[in-house]
């Protein structure tokens, strides 16, 4: 298949990247790693008259670390942030989950900012991205705006950016001393889509008590999907084997699979109550 005709801008600035999108809002497309973006354009399913390739602009893709927070550029590739040593140390989950993304060379071109942007509620990282807390960076012409993970992704491929707006930085709160994080997830094949994931990040204090934990799947609802009942119903706890099943089974309750070819939306809550018991044990002994 061949896509639509459309027009190639190739900006070297983030300045003049924006102003290209101001000025064709809805009409243009940014162009970042082009790994969804170009099938679906050469599927006719999108059909964009102008592509803003971000591809030439530079300092997009830096890591910076403040005190165990991260700022991620958006144009950072899956393939750096999976081996990123900085980002292993803060944040492990980051490359635990995007092992999972894809294949290598499909890693080697797709950026965090393109994956997020696109907001496939399948994809690990937006789930991931909930999981930590995450904020982002949303900039157009005039200036800049940040909108917290939970109120980005909106509904499938849809999400709170402006026709004239680009995902520039995705921001990460350190994690604090005594956390454990896991992503787990149950695919067909490994670099597929998952029929469901979990992310869990939980914190203990020095007793070895809970005092905070997040939760979140991917395939498991019209959009990342958060899990704050389970998330709550462990704090206080020890985190034994007991109240992380509980947990678990509140989980199953939260989460809203759609069902799949693969996969029915009863097997689905099934891997995501048996994923949430084991990612939280994980997250647990390596926050101990
Ligand atoms: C065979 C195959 C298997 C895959 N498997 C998985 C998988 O298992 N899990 C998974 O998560 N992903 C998977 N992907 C998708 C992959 O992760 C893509 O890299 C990612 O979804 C899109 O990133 P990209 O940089 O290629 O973005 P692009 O394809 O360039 O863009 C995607 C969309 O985001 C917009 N966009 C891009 N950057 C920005 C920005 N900074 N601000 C605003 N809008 C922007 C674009 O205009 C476009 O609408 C797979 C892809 C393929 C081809």
Request: proline share 7%; net charge neutral; hydrophobic share 50%.
């Amino acid at each position: 298949m061949k896509p639509a005709p459309f027009e190639w801008h190739a900006p070297a600035s983030l300045a003049e990247a924006l102003a290209l999108k101001a000025a064709h809002g809805e009409e243009a497309r940014f162009l970042a790693g082009g790994q969804s973006l170009v099938p679906a354009m050469n599927f006719r399913v999108a059909q964009p008259a102008i592509l803003v390739d971000l591809n030439r602009v530079a300092g997009l893709d830096s890591v910076v670390e403040e005190n165990g927070a991260l700022r991620l550029g958006a144009m950072l590739r899956h393939a750096r942030l999976e081996r990123d040593a900085t980002a292993a140390r803060t944040h492990p989950i980051l490359a635990e989950a995007l092992h999972e993304v894809a294949h290598p060379q499909i890693r080697n071109r797709g950026t965090i900012g393109g994956n997020l942007s696109h907001a496939d509620p399948a994809s690990e990282m937006p789930a991931v991205m909930l999981a930590l807390d995450a904020r982002f960076g949303l900039r157009n012409a005039a200036g800049e705006r940040e909108v917290a993970a939970a109120d980005f992704f909106l509904g499938p491929l849809t999400t709170a950016l402006r026709p004239d707006e680009m995902l520039t930085e995705i921001r990460l709160p350190a994690l604090p001393p005594r956390s454990g994080t896991a992503f787990l997830e149950v695919a067909r094949r490994q670099g597929d889509y998952p029929m469901m994931g979990v992310a869990a990040v939980v914190t203990l204090d020095a007793a070895g008590m809970c005092i905070a934990a997040r939760i979140a799947c991917c395939s498991a609802g019209p959009t990342p999907v958060a899990a704050p009942r389970a998330a709550a119903a462990l704090l206080g706890t020890r985190l034994g084997e007991a109240d992380i099943a509980a947990a678990a089974e509140l989980l199953r309750d939260e989460v809203e699979p759609l069902g799949s070819v693969q996969a029915s939306a009863g097997y689905q809550r099934h891997l995501a109550g048996v994923l949430a018991r084991r990612a939280l044990l994980l997250a647990k002994g390596r926050a101990a």
